[in-house]
């Protein structure tokens, strides 16, 4: 059974440009969260999406956008990147109701750098 | 920003128990403590959480004192897979996870 697959795994793009981030959730899973990981820092909370709906944000600004398909994948876009938009972009599947008992099923990201 | 103390990092030999503290001043009644941890080039991988009584599973055990403001994950046979950052979360609900910067625990030979 796959886990949660992320697509590209490393990514460079030039400051100002715009970039898609893609995520399949793990089978059976139909809420998924996105996460941003600085080098040296815990994962930030970015947004979430459920029933192709944003149900949560972070603190993070509107360049930072997503969409939820149908079959509960995901993207994540950024608008005009700047140079601290390097990162690890961290996709994080669950099934509703059940992650609180069994946590969150995480991909191993998208390295994405701004040059 | 996150709630919990964690120290920076710890080392523990192979085939020890390593006992990863952590702090929760601020924690209340009804937040869970959850933990956890995310191997070089991977993504974070739950491995435990609990409310009030000590907890045990296949991973690890976590202890919580008695007043919740602390708490501690022990791997009881560390292995060099065990090598990794530990996160200790305070998680109310169906909340999402607010990570700190963890404690790097090496395990070696």
């Known amino acids: 059974d796959a886990g949660v697959t992320q697509s590209p795994t490393h990514l460079i793009k030039t400051r100002g440009q715009q970039v898609t981030l893609r995520c399949s959730p793990k089978?059976?899973?139909?809420?998924v969260s996105w996460y941003q990981q600085a080098l040296g820092q815990g994962p930030q909370f970015i947004f979430q999406?459920?029933?192709?709906?944003?149900?949560q944000r972070g603190n993070f600004p509107d360049r930072f956008s997503g969409h939820q398909f149908p079959n509960y994948s995901s993207e994540l876009n950024v608008n005009a990147l700047l140079l601290g938009d390097s990162a690890l972009y961290l996709c994080?599947?669950?099934?509703?109701?059940?992650?609180?008992?069994?946590?969150?099923?995480f991909g191993s990201g998208t390295r994405l750098t701004v040059v | 920003d996150a709630k919990t103390t964690q120290p920076p990092s710890m080392d523990c030999a192979e085939g020890r128990a390593a006992n990863l503290p952590c702090n929760h001043s601020?924690?209340?009644?009804?937040?869970?403590v959850y933990w956890y941890r995310q191997i070089h080039s991977q993504g974070p991988q739950y491995i435990i959480h609990?409310?009030?009584n000590n907890e045990t599973n296949e991973m690890a055990s976590l202890i919580i004192t008695e007043d919740r403001k602390s708490s501690t994950l022990i791997l009881p046979h560390a292995t060099l897979r065990d090598t990794a950052v530990y996160y200790c979360?305070?998680?109310?609900?169906?909340?999402?996870?607010?990570f700190g910067k963890g404690t790097m625990l090496l395990v070696s030979p």
């Open positions: 999406y459920y029933e192709e709906e944003e149900r």
């Open positions: 994080a599947s669950s099934e509703t109701g059940a992650a609180f008992n069994y946590g969150y099923t």
């Open positions: 089978s059976g899973h139909d809420t």
């Open positions: 601020t924690i209340s009644g009804n937040e869970y």
């Open positions: 979360i305070d998680r109310l609900g169906y909340s999402t996870l607010t």
């Open positions: 609990g409310l009030k």
